[in-house]
């Protein structure tokens, strides 16, 4: 008897910031209750190079299941990060300019059934957006509001931009879908939401004014018992649907990308040593390495005067120097030097890249990494 398998789908991970695109220290594992339906599908998940694949037993034919699922399929993993911190100051986790990602933000990753790609050269983007906060299908949503209105409005939608309600009267009857909730003694809110009835999946939580014209809080929240008090770092869902009828057919391709942050490089060069005549010696930040793999090449400007005026180290001469543009984190250093003068060698020849692990700032909008070189 011949056991025989055919892929499901193929899900790689990339990451601009590693030469190779292969990132470091990320994983996917399946929930506990998507192992349970796999295994019941005769389906297996494995590890590979590029990321992960899924595969389902099939007749000789190689084409049908021996266990079919049907067409309307869901499978939820979990992303995990080996070196959180390292990999957040590495990766642009910003879902949008007006959502910025924040440390109690959870990834998550979803295919769109309608966008199925069987390319291996075009494989499908999985959409990415910023989850607010995981939670339980039983909760209280607890909040305040600056203005402190007597009353405002509460509605939940689900994943498809549909209203859906958050509880039952006594009598069984659904509340309606847009509660008016009133003020607290203490100038806060809230309101209990049960979605016990409700598939499990995300949801957006918005908070209107009362004369409903102005979003005053949009939450996006994840709801599943399982998930819930958990560290979660990511989450990915692929879902099959009758409509589109992918389940059992051809191998699909998918791919999560992570792009690289992208900061200003301010050096502050210290003059421990007196290795320059400060106002006399021409000094410059040159970028030898120009235009190589993400790279472009950068020119550095002084900031301020030489020595900067405002900022001194450890009550030392300083100068400071800042690269015209954002520049991206990327595995292979960038080749700068420091010159003096018309010198043919320069002071340092490989000045040091920002740490992966270092602290990122931002000023006036911009990110920046600040790097020390005491000379």
Do not use: C
């Not at 349970?36 to 084409?63: C, N, P, S, W």
């Amino acid at each position: 008897m011949n056991i025989l398998y055919t892929r499901l789908f193929n899900l790689s991970l990339n990451h601009a910031f590693y030469k190779n695109g292969l990132p470091k220290g990320l994983g996917l594992r399946p929930t506990q209750e998507t192992e349970d339906l796999m295994k019941g599908g005769r389906m297996l998940f494995k590890q590979v190079t590029k990321g992960v694949t899924a595969l389902y037993r099939t007749l000789d034919d190689e084409i049908t299941p021996l266990v079919d699922l049907g067409k309307d399929v869901r499978l939820i993993f979990e992303l995990d990060i080996k070196d959180r911190n390292e990999f957040m100051n590495i990766t642009d986790l910003d879902e949008s300019i007006s959502k910025k990602y924040a440390s109690s933000n959870v990834l998550y990753f979803k295919n769109d059934p309608a966008n199925a790609s069987t390319d291996k050269n075009t494989p499908e983007v999985l959409d990415f957006e910023l989850i607010d906060f995981i939670s339980p299908s039983l909760f209280t949503y607890d909040f305040g509001i600056g203005t402190s209105p007597a009353q405002v409005l509460f509605r939940m939608q689900d994943e498809n931009g549909a209203l859906v309600s958050v509880g039952k009267e006594v009598d069984g009857t659904p509340f309606n879908t847009t509660l008016t909730i009133d003020k607290n003694d203490n100038d806060t809110y809230n309101q209990q939401v049960d979605l016990r009835d409700k598939p499990k999946g995300k949801y957006t939580l918005v908070i209107r004014n009362q004369a409903d014209t102005l979003d005053l809080i949009t939450k996006v929240v994840y709801v599943d018992d399982n998930f819930a008090g958990k560290d979660i770092s990511g989450i990915v869902d692929i879902t099959y649907n009758t409509s589109e009828g992918h389940m059992y057919g051809d191998t699909e391709e998918y791919v999560i990308e992570f792009a690289s942050k992208e900061t200003v490089w301010k050096y502050l060069i210290v003059n421990k040593s007196n290795v320059f005549n400060l106002g006399v010696d021409t000094i410059s930040l040159q970028d030898i390495s120009g235009a190589s793999g993400p790279y472009v090449a950068n020119t550095f400007a002084v900031s301020g005067a030489i020595p900067n005026a405002d900022v001194r180290v450890n009550d030392l001469d300083t100068v400071i120097f800042k690269s015209n543009i954002e520049i991206p984190f990327y595995e292979v250093p960038k080749t700068l030097q420091l010159k003096k003068n018309a010198l043919v060698k320069p002071v340092i020849s490989h000045l040091p890249n920002p740490s992966y692990s270092g602290v990122v700032k931002e000023e006036s909008g911009q990110l920046e990494s600040e790097i020390y070189v005491f000379v």
